[in-house]
């Protein structure tokens, strides 16, 4: 609550409403709501998706164009050459961090990353654009909500995403699924939001900003200004 600055965390001279707190961090992320200084029902975890989905995302792409396995089909688990996946791991941090300071291209280069039959090496020289990686990163996400809605878990109160909204296809649709299971299993009507606070190192990612502004947008409508969507101290939500 000490980040939510003063008269947000409640009713207090901002009116009525709740504020949500999205907190995206390496490998998981979570959100809760904060009414009159206090957290309302239990956060909402969304585990093995946070910061760390981008550089997987990115180590995907790039595992499966340089090793041909065909994009979707192949991936970090393809890689037998433990060094070779650790340098793959460091170079797409490098380029995730890219495009957090706002670049819409990254270029990669790991020199001698491999050998041909004829041992003769192989060096990763490439680009990778914005919309391949959010391609990538809304693959990763349709799997986590594949996942997390398998084998009637949609039902089961221990489900992150809600069973009454649609599949999600995309990072923002797991985005408005779990934000709607919060304000269901909170008993909150979703025109009660008035403010989100978005923190965490994940959320420097525009991929994850991104799909939680337009997450927000298919939950709660066109209510969300674009003053609204931030509380001062916090990262923006574009």
């Not at 907190?23 to 957290?39: A, I, M, P, Y």
């Not at 270029?107 to 990353?113: K, M, S």
């Not at 041992?119 to 990763?140: F, I, K």
């Not at 403010?195 to 991929?207: D, F, I, Q, T, W």
């Amino acid at each position: 609550l000490g980040l939510l600055p003063k008269g947000q965390a409640g009713g207090g001279g901002g009116g009525d409403g709740a504020v949500l707190v999205v907190d995206v961090g390496g490998q998981s992320t979570s959100l809760s709501l904060v009414s009159n200084d206090r957290v309302v029902g239990r956060p909402s975890i969304l585990r093995d998706l946070g910061g760390e989905t981008v550089v997987e995302a990115l180590v995907r792409r790039l595992a499966s164009d340089f090793y041909g396995t065909g994009t979707g089909t192949g991936g970090p688990e393809n890689v037998n050459d433990g060094m070779a996946l650790q340098r793959l791991w460091d170079a797409g941090r490098g380029a995730a961090m890219e495009f957090a300071a706002g670049k819409e291209r990254a270029r990669i280069n790991v020199p001698y990353l491999s050998v041909d039959a004829q041992m003769r090496p192989r060096h990763l020289d490439t680009g990778v654009g914005r919309r391949v990686l959010d391609a990538e990163v809304n693959s990763l996400a349709v799997t986590f909500a594949d996942e997390e809605l398998s084998a009637g878990n949609s039902s089961s109160s221990s489900s992150a995403l809600s069973s009454s909204m649609p599949r999600p296809k995309d990072l923002a649709g797991v985005f408005a699924s779990a934000i709607m299971k919060l304000l269901e299993t909170s008993n909150t009507n979703p025109f009660a939001l008035r403010a989100v606070l978005a923190v965490g190192g994940g959320m420097r990612s525009p991929a994850f900003r991104s799909a939680l502004g337009d997450g927000l947008g298919r939950v709660a409508g066109e209510q969300f200004s674009k003053d609204k969507l931030v509380v001062p101290g916090g990262e923006a939500v574009e």
